[in-house]
């Protein structure tokens, strides 16, 4: 119900259900489906609907201060520890692009650091992983920053911004990535990422339509299918572009599009272990530039 009520103050603050959809990136029918949920659990209803608006029930009104002081205690629970555990847990969730060529690195260090602590790795896409931490369920997610910022309760850590560039096989033709996006088979960065919103917005902007043939999350797989010649594609320039064989880049010219990728956690306060990773992250992400593959017709 952690969620649910997070969701209902959200609501009560903008007095709608459009505008807190707007906030924390999920629609309008989810948040509405949430309150529902609430006023089950709860017996009676909080708001009062009115066409486009809503406003407080009597007992929602009456209810408010009261989860609110519920939310501030929850979140203090996530850092209040009288006495150290001997092994603490510590959750991460991490999209794929990352796992490899900043997160490892920087658990390695952190280990180091403290080595009682335990890590556990949780694979996922940004909005996913967004959703599980507001959930409780991670204690900090390494994602894509959301299209709208963090969430009033997160606060956002920048490590690395990632240009998107195009990635076409070795030798397929062509130095103008508009005339190669038009005339290829193009394998789509999921649309539903927040990294695959960013480049539907710049494609529609510049009235682009490529003929998709693919269309994935996973960033190492494209990269793959690019390598075994099935076409081009456009993504933010990981680690992993300068390592594959048989694939090079084109830029985007003046048409620059970029995701920053960087940790998000819960409330403005982070224990010790957090605030390690965040240092150790920030090591990782320093040295993950990637490497200059071929771009162009030349070898760089």
């Not at 509405?32 to 659990?41: K, M, T």
């Not at 397929?172 to 539907?200: A, C, H, K, N």
């Amino acid at each position: 119900m952690i969620a649910e009520l997070r969701t209902f103050v959200l609501v009560a603050r903008l007095g709608s259900f459009a505008a807190a959809a707007r906030q924390i990136g999920l629609t309008q029918a989810a948040i509405g489906a949430q309150i529902r949920r609430l006023e089950q659990e709860l017996g009676y209803e909080v708001f009062d609907r009115s066409g486009w608006s809503v406003t407080l029930s009597g007992k929602g009104g009456a209810i408010l201060p009261e989860v609110e002081g519920i939310l501030s205690s929850f979140n203090g629970l996530r850092h209040f520890s009288p006495r150290e555990p001997s092994r603490r847990t510590l959750r991460v969730g991490a999209i794929s692009t990352t796992q490899t060529s900043i997160l490892a690195p920087a658990v390695a260090a952190l280990s180091a650091e403290m080595p009682s602590l335990m890590v556990r790795l949780v694979p996922g896409i940004s909005m996913v992983l967004l959703d599980r931490l507001d959930a409780g369920d991670l204690d900090a997610a390494l994602i894509v920053r959301p299209p709208l910022g963090p969430m009033p309760h997160m606060t956002w850590h920048p490590l690395v911004t990632q240009d998107y560039v195009m990635v076409l096989p070795e030798r397929m033709p062509g130095d103008d990535w508009r005339q190669v996006l038009m005339e290829q088979p193009f394998i789509r960065y999921d649309s539903r990422s927040f990294g695959g919103r960013t480049l539907d917005r710049f494609l529609r902007a510049q009235h682009l339509a490529p003929r998709s043939v693919i269309e994935t999350e996973e960033v190492h797989t494209i990269l793959q299918m690019v390598a075994s010649n099935m076409g081009c594609t456009i993504i933010p320039r990981v680690l992993a572009i300068g390592l594959l064989p048989n694939i090079r880049t084109l830029p985007l010219g003046e048409h620059r599009i970029s995701r920053e990728v960087g940790l998000m956690t819960v409330g403005p306060h982070q224990d010790a272990a957090i605030a390690a990773l965040i240092g150790h992250l920030a090591a990782a992400a320093r040295k993950s530039v990637s490497p200059s593959p071929r771009e162009g017709g030349r070898t760089l």
